[in-house]
């Protein structure tokens, strides 16, 4: 099976990598490999590449693309681990990272994978095709903590009314499908609620947060990737929905902070130096052009801060 996606904010992306010959890169979320071919035809002979993933579809497609070219390294994992791989590959610092978080074409467009609630399958949702299913969380938690999981990971406010519906149904039978819950959910909210778009949206969203860890791993993925960087080595991401957004920039902020001293202090205190500068203030949206080519990028960022 072929992994297709289709990348968002391609160019802004590559160029924001400023990628050099000689460098050294990694791509945290390969999926079908358009980011890594567009930064391996940066590179000369002596530059390196290194692709991580964590779902074996994934890397399958990427092993098979750039089979025969040895400047391309790919390796089955959660972006998190990154420092354990480069360790593992002699690799004290690379030039520039790229994260791009999310859920890929290929994984929404796969019926057999479970994401969406437009096609009928098992309510899988894993990315790594491992451990606990989008089911068992429906089928095993209480309604307070499902009511707990839409609220937080989907921001959707008839949470509780559709943690209970989705409890009270798996009383009569399992709930192993996308559409079943699709239509749990579309008869637990009200009228009015369903002209807004799907009101499975925001559900499926959060289910697949809560299935893949994807906060806590994107919490952990980005300081485990800046402590990677060389001096001057850069870090892309891009988000798709504003919880992602806002651990990226809460984080990078974080990281291009200097002295937290009072104002009244005579002196710095401190001793707190920024560590990173950012390469451009407001994160990078998609262009009109962009949007009208590809509607899943409307809600896309990307920011990209510069170690120093």
């Known amino acids: 099976m072929e992994f297709n996606h289709i990348p968002v904010l391609f160019e802004e992306t590559i160029a924001s990598l400023a990628v050099k010959e000689d460098g050294i890169y990694v791509d945290c979320t390969a999926g079908g490999g358009n980011h890594s071919a567009a930064i391996l035809a940066r590179l000369g002979e002596t530059g390196r590449l290194i692709c991580l993933d964590r779902d074996p579809d994934a890397v399958a497609a990427v092993r098979r693309r750039f089979a025969g070219d040895r400047r391309v390294t790919v390796v089955h994992t959660r972006y998190s681990a990154i420092a354990a791989v480069l360790s593992e590959l002699e690799v004290d610092g690379v030039d520039g990272i790229l994260m791009d ?7 929404l467009d796969t019926a057999e994978r479970g994401f969406s609630f437009h096609k009928d399958a098992p309510l899988d949702m894993r990315m790594s095709q491992d451990g606990t299913t989008a089911a068992d969380l429906c089928n095993t938690l209480s309604w307070q903590q499902l009511a707990e999981i839409f609220t937080k990971y989907g921001e959707e406010k008839f949470s509780v009314r559709i943690a209970k519906a989705i409890c009270a ?18 008869g637990a909210v009200p009228a009015a609620a369903k002209r807004a778009g799907h009101p499975a949206r925001k559900v499926f969203q959060a289910l697949r947060i809560a299935v893949n860890d994807e906060l806590g791993e994107l919490e952990r993925g980005l300081q485990a990737a800046f402590d990677c ?18 651990i990226v920039k809460q984080t990078m902020a974080k990281w291009c902070e200097g002295c937290t001293c009072p104002p009244e202090f005579p002196v710095c205190v401190c001793g707190n ?19 009208a080519r590809n509607p899943r990028s409307r809600s896309s960022k990307l920011r990209t801060c510069i170690k120093i």
């Open 101 to 107: 978080i999310g859920v890929s074409s290929h994984q």
């Open 169 to 186: 149904e798996r009383e009569k039978q399992p709930i192993t499908t996308t559409f079943a819950l699709a239509g749990i959910i579309a």
């Open 229 to 246: 960087l060389v001096p001057e080595g850069r870090l892309s991401v891009i988000t798709f929905h504003s919880l992602e957004d806002r």
């Open 273 to 291: 130096k920024p560590k990173a500068r950012l390469l451009t203030r407001k994160p990078v949206a998609p262009s009109e052009e962009e949007l």
